[in-house]
């Protein structure tokens, strides 16, 4: 057991160690490199926004703001609008109106697993309680869809609003899904309720700035399918370091899933392969919400396949993604955003190495 550890602690921090330079040097940003202008020109944009908000509650928006990544989904909708025509200031506003959707999604997400952390920093619940977060995803979200109305386009206001209904109801369904261990509908259900939580957003990210920049029908299809495959891949990578990885390595308060009943995809692929007895054990510690750490699960099924499953899928989704650019002309656009997909290749690999 102690063998079995210390190969995957030692796998852990060389994945850490990819995803701390990629954070602190150019190698994250590399893909982002084609549009950091029009990123710059977006976080000025939510500064803007923050200042938008009444004095006594702009501090807490400003927070949350100085807090929340990477900016992804911008970068997604700058990256899709110039490798369909060229970048335009409504693709920047979508990915503005996202990333405060995405904000939001957070804060709520961080009250209702109980986190304390997020990106080495105390979570809006730990700092000034749940109340008060509540209402500040509130806040967020409502914000965001006010801003979608002032585009000229009603299909875009509307189809933000679309996917911000799917980003809640997927977090409804996951909370009702709980401790809901039927396994013979649960993949099927996990794959939807990620695609709602965490997939709509990109998806839209990607299907929106193809509206904005006038593609045909089919390659639109084409561009929310990238998107989505893309936000999948991820979370299946997310759900996989909830499992394995470690507070200290990764800035976040981690093994939530598990404490709250949330059967992620590893978890699935471990309880599918396990014996009956042992199958018997996780559950118990599940349904008691027992430590489920490393050493636990060391000592009780074969994690490492399961885990490799689950990476596995992820894989095929990233080669889908690959396969879904092609239909774009070839450009230093296209090229980045081959680039993040390669980035998400490196993490996954990391793992599994």
Not at 79 to 102: K, N, R, W, Y
Request: glycine share 8%; with cysteine; hydrophobic share 40%.
């Amino acid at each position: 057991m102690r063998k079995a550890c210390e190969k995957f602690h030692k796998l852990l921090a060389t994945t850490m160690t990819n995803e701390i330079e990629t954070t602190s040097n150019d190698s994250v940003r590399l893909p982002f490199l084609m549009v950091q202008s029009e990123l710059r020109e977006v976080e000025a944009t939510l500064r803007d926004q923050v200042r938008a908000f009444d004095p006594g509650v702009e501090p807490y928006v400003s927070y949350v703001c100085d807090t929340s990544g990477k900016r992804i989904r911008p970068a997604l909708a700058a990256l899709v609008g110039g490798a369909t025509g060229g970048v335009q200031p409504d693709h920047l506003m979508l990915g503005t109106i996202l990333e405060l959707i995405h904000m939001a999604t957070l804060v709520h997400d961080d009250i209702i697993d109980g986190a304390a952390t997020r990106r080495q920093v105390p979570t809006a619940n730990a700092k000034w309680g749940e109340g008060t977060a509540v209402l500040l995803g509130d806040a967020l979200f409502s914000h965001a869809l006010m801003l979608s109305t002032e585009f000229d386009d009603l299909t875009l206001s509307r189809e933000i609003a679309k996917a911000s209904r799917a980003v809640c109801q997927g977090e409804i369904l996951q909370t009702q899904r709980r401790f809901d261990l039927t396994l013979t509908l649960t993949q099927t259900e996990y794959f939807r309720i990620i695609g709602m939580k965490t997939g709509a957003l990109f998806a839209a990210a990607t299907d929106l700035a193809g509206y904005i920049s006038g593609v045909d029908a089919d390659l639109r299809t084409a561009l929310r399918d990238f998107g989505m495959q893309l936000g999948t891949a991820y979370q299946i990578y997310d759900d996989c370091l909830d499992l394995i990885g470690t507070e200290e390595q990764f800035g976040k308060t981690l093994r939530t899933d598990l404490e709250k009943g949330k059967l992620t995809l590893p978890m699935l692929y471990l309880l599918e392969d396990a014996s009956d007895s042992q199958r018997d054990k996780l559950l118990k510690r599940i349904i008691d919400q027992e430590a489920l750490d490393l050493p636990v699960l060391v000592g009780i099924a074969d994690y490492e396949g399961a885990i490799e499953r689950a990476l596995d899928h992820s894989r095929g989704l990233l080669d889908q993604a690959a396969n879904t650019l092609g239909l774009l002309a070839p450009s230093d656009y296209r090229d980045a955003l081959q680039g993040i997909l390669a980035y998400l290749r490196g993490l996954l690999g990391s793992i599994r190495s």
